[in-house]
């Protein structure tokens, strides 16, 4: 991207060295006129719970629960948007620039997880909570940039990414500067 991406959107960069999209795992090319689009969507919740769910995941990879973490998940896939956004693969995988979340930049300390197996057309979409039992989420290695948080995707691995960082607005419980309980003006 050329500007600073808004909050809550993202957009795919082909990488620099080319690639050819096929449709799903059928590896049929695409024509000439398709348009590889990047689906960047909230996590079902109408009838479930997903994104908590997911959420306890992401708590108990991190070792717990923490009232200060800030999660941002969001289901991924790459699209054919002139096929009605039918799912379609990389073959050198996709590079993808993360919008910063809003009260976040640069400085923010941000951990992104991949919960790998989980896909709309798979076997375990997810759609069905008992699809979690078995998945871990994987860290993914990220680069803060001007334009916003970019990471890899290899080709094939669309599915929910978790953005988690602490809230760095709420200042939690510092240590006590004073621990000894004295005046703290020396003797």
Same mark, same amino acid.
């Given at each position: ?17 080319? =690639?050819?999209?096929? &449709? ?5 090319? *695409?024509? #000439?006129?398709?348009?590889?689009? *990047? ?23 991190? #070792? ?10 969001? !289901? ?7 096929? #009605? %956004? ?5 073959? %050198?995988?996709?590079?993808? !620039? ?27 979409? #997810?759609?069905?909570?008992?699809? &979690? ?27 929910? !990414? ?10 939690? =419980? ?14």
């Amino acid at each position: 991207p050329d500007a600073k991406l808004a909050p809550n959107t993202a957009t795919a960069v082909e990488p620099e060295t080319g =690639t050819t999209y096929t &449709l799903n795992d059928t590896g049929v090319q *695409l024509p #000439g006129d398709a348009k590889p689009s *990047l689906l960047f969507d909230d996590i079902i919740n109408t009838d479930a719970d997903r994104t908590g769910a997911l959420e306890e995941k992401v708590d108990a990879y991190l #070792g717990g629960a923490d009232a200060n973490r800030e999660y941002q998940i969001k !289901y991924l896939d790459l699209v054919d948007a002139n096929n #009605g %956004n039918a799912w379609i693969t990389s073959s %050198n995988g996709t590079d993808i !620039y993360w919008g910063y979340p809003t009260g976040t930049d640069r400085s923010t300390n941000f951990t992104l997880l991949h919960f790998a197996g989980l896909h709309r057309d798979g076997e375990n979409s #997810g759609f069905d909570l008992g699809d &979690l039992a078995n998945i871990t989420p994987t860290p993914v290695s990220i680069q803060k940039t001007d334009e916003g948080i970019k990471f890899h995707v290899e080709a094939g691995n669309f599915s929910p !990414y978790a953005l988690v960082w602490t809230d760095a607005s709420d200042p939690g =419980t510092d240590p006590d500067p004073n621990p000894g309980g004295g005046s703290g003006g020396g003797s």
